[in-house]
């Protein structure tokens, strides 16, 4: 079961986003962080169940904090929400190991459904 | 003096409005990525307010040399209202010709004409899909004027500091770019005036209305 979920975004207001669309499918603890780095230091520290990523950001972009996380955690569930949707960036984010894609601005139901499908592939991992 | 970004926008409409324009420089970099080979690395955007007035001094400071820059300025019009301004350095000539057609002309007269045609439509699709998107999120429609092209003189580079009206103050969202591997960056500028202000801050609490 998804517990805890990680936001990574440089924009406040991105992250109030996410989190309304999450809160309205489910409570969940929700731990934010405001840059690359920042998401790094807070994955290592809370080992959340599921991170939401954006790319464009100061200090450390999501591609590095991507690859930093699939390195301290292979089995990490990270879903990059993101403005750019260049074939390139997406097929980027999933070699690094993304679990999937979702172009900004993400619907709350788009949301809700890839929460599910992180659900049952913990579900599948953890057994 | 320049204008505080805050007296206009809240904190919150400053941080909509940011993210606004970072989702439609990405959907406007997807689009070129869909019509040209090209990957395109974006900056972060940044948003800042500035007097008309004050406006050609920022356009010297970010454009230093109007001998070294194709400036291109594309018009739109509806509730929201303004420029799109996109600057490349004109040293990555060759490499802009070469973006579309590998097979460009060493003649130099040819070279300008293959370059100002390439830059006018990398305009029109950057500016038309990022304006674009600001505008489909807000909830409004757009018309644009034909791009042009303002190169190489120092004339038209006057002409476009002088076409802003003082008095007036100017948002300005800028990000920075670069094509990757192609040696070439610059950036996109969109500027609208306060007439688009009171407009902005009512689009921008209806946009997060929809997720609150």
Known sequence: MVKVILIVDDSPIARKMLKNSIIKYKEFDIIEAVNGQDGVDKYTANKPDLTFMDLT???MNGYEALQKIK????????????ADIQPKSLASVMALGAFTVIKKPAKPESIQTIIEKAELKLKAMRG | MEPNLNDIFSSDEKDILQEIMNIAFGNATADLAQVIDIYVVLSVPNIKVIDIGDLPHYIKQNIPSSENTSILQQK???????????????????????????????DGFTLHRQKTEILLEIGNILIGACVGKVSELLGTFVTYSP??????????????INSFEENQTAIV????????????????????????????????????????
Not at chain 1, 71 to 81: A, R
Not at chain 2, 76 to 81: H, I, L, P, V
Not at chain 2, 147 to 160: Q, Y
Request: hydrophobic share 40%; no cysteine.
């Open chain 2, 147 to 160: 791009p042009h092209l303002i190169v190489d003189d120092s004339e038209g580079h006057n002409n476009l």
């Open chain 1, 57 to 59: 950001m100061p200090v």
């Open chain 1, 71 to 82: 390195e301290i955690d292979k089995d990490s569930l990270v879903i990059v929400l993101t």
């Open chain 2, 76 to 106: 739109f019009w509806g509730e929201f209202r303004g420029s799109g301004i996109l600057v490349f350095p004109q040293t990555s000539g060759k490499d802009i010709a070469g973006i579309l057609d590998d097979q460009f002309s060493d």
């Open chain 2, 173 to 212: 969202m800028k990000t920075i770019f670069e094509f990757e591997n192609k040696n070439i960056n610059g950036f996109l500028m969109i500027l609208t005036d306060n007439e688009s202000i009171d407009w902005l801050r009512h689009a921008l609490q209806n946009f997060m209305e929809s997720y609150e």
